[in-house]
């Protein structure tokens, strides 16, 4: 089974004995089956058939100087999602940013003697599945840490299991109902608040919105949190809402949606939406005789290559905010892009480049915490602060709640590419 992310071919992980499904799939994701446990060497993946659940990846990262001493193995267990419906937005690139990460680890002996060891499970874009695989993570493989899922409503669901078994979470979502749920869980997105409260501002003070339509994900809590703050800004300052229109994630015709937005005439439509929805419904907005004055503004998640690849001209002009700017010049991004382009031969994505670090984040806070203990670990990722990253401005902070801080960047779509708006 392939699944292809933005730009380049991923091939999805060899399975082995069918999983059973569940009885409940809020997603409807297709169900993955459970993949060969695989080692690192040499900073490539080799399978191994040894028949076990769950793909490992083994990093010695220092020569041992006396063959007496055994170095400690610290065991990080990664959620991505390779296949299902988030897989080729968002997990896919973020798994490859975490590959990047884990290169340099080795590379760069990071660690020092400790041997870091690395469980990769594909949840399948299930929820249900994201908290089996880490209930066993905590219990059964004993991790020092897990990374993943990917999503705000995957996320959300696996922190309250985290905070009872108190193993520290770096989380991919945007609400502050994964931090909430306790202080072993963190995340990669900035609040709703912080990423669109400036292109909200923007849209009033620049573009001088008057009439606005509201496009978003009804099925995503990151998507409704984004639309919620654009909406509270719009309304106190006096922008008319002309619709406040949800969707979900499995539609693709939105012909009648499209007929109402053109027939509603707004100034500008706000998608908050995963890049495939906002593009397509985009694409029959215009099909439909949509005004080419109408201001397009959008969440981060229409940065990635799939809106402008869908989207084609219909989309050019469109403003959001983004955590990653490839063009950045930053020290951490420069680097990155380097390392990323040597391993996979294109272009990281925002999510690739959230991968990396969310891997670095947490292989930073077991250097600082000396080894495997969960609240040493813990304590060390709160304390995070100016950590150099591809992100934003180019540094990564906690807050108190354990909520992000890099700073987003407004940029506008321009020949298929983002342009930082000055």
């Known amino acids: 089974m392939s699944s292809k992310g933005a730009g380049s071919s991923f091939t999805a992980p060899a399975r082995i004995s069918p999983a059973t499904r569940p009885s409940s799939n809020p997603i409807s994701a297709p169900w993955p089956r459970r993949p060969a446990r695989r080692t690192l060497e040499g900073g490539t993946m080799k ?19 006396a063959p007496a001493v055994r170095a400690e193995e610290v065991v990080v267990g990664l959620l991505p999602a390779l296949t299902g419906s988030a897989a080729p937005p968002y997990g896919v690139p973020a798994y490859r940013g975490m590959q990047v990460a884990l290169d340099e680890i080795k590379d760069t002996n990071m660690l020092g003697d400790i041997t870091l060891k690395v469980i990769v499970e594909d949840y399948g874009s299930d929820k249900a599945q ?47 109902t994964i931090t909430a749920a306790g202080p072993w869980a963190f995340k990669n997105f900035e609040l709703p608040a912080q990423t669109m409260m400036g ?44 619709a406040e229109e949800g969707i979900v994630t499995a539609e693709t015709n939105f012909t009648a949606l499209a007929t109402k937005l053109v027939a509603l005439e707004p100034d500008l439509i706000l998608l908050s939406t995963f890049p495939e929805n906002g593009a397509n419904v ?26 402008t690849k869908i989207g084609g001209e219909a989309v050019e002009g469109t403003y959001l905010p983004t955590e990653y700017l490839l063009a950045s010049q930053a020290p951490a991004n420069v680097h990155f892009v380097e390392l990323y382009r040597k391993k996979f031969g294109n272009d990281p994505d925002q999510y690739a480049a959230t991968g990396y670090t ?39 902070t906690f807050d108190e709640k354990n909520n992000p801080h890099y700073g987003s960047v407004l940029v506008r779509i321009e020949n298929g590419e983002l342009a930082e708006v000055k």
């Open 47 to 65: 399978m191994v058939k040894k028949g076990i659940l769950g793909l490992v990846a083994t990093l010695g990262l220092a020569a041992v100087t």
């Open 130 to 176: 994201a908290i089996t695989l880490a209930t066993r993570f905590a219990k059964l493989d004993r991790v020092s840490a897990i990374i993943g899922p990917i999503g705000t409503a995957h996320s959300s669901a696996v922190a309250p299991l985290v905070n009872e078994e108190k193993v520290p979470m770096m989380a991919m979502g945007v609400s502050e």
């Open 199 to 242: 292109i909200a501002h923007y849209s009033v003070d620049t573009l001088k919105t008057k009439r606005a339509a509201l496009v978003f994900m009804r099925d995503g809590d990151g998507y409704v949190a984004w639309k919620n703050t654009v909406k509270e800004i719009f309304e106190k300052a006096g922008v008319e809402i002309v």
């Open 282 to 307: 985009l694409l029959q907005a215009r099909q439909a005789g949509l005004d080419a004055a109408t201001r397009i503004i959008g969440g981060s998640s229409l940065s990635t290559p799939q809106y």
């Open 358 to 396: 969310m891997m670095m984040v947490v292989a930073n806070a077991i250097k600082t915490a000396g080894g495997g203990d969960r609240e040493k670990i813990r304590n060390a990722m709160a304390a995070t602060k100016d950590l150099p990253t591809p992100m934003g401005k180019g540094t990564f």
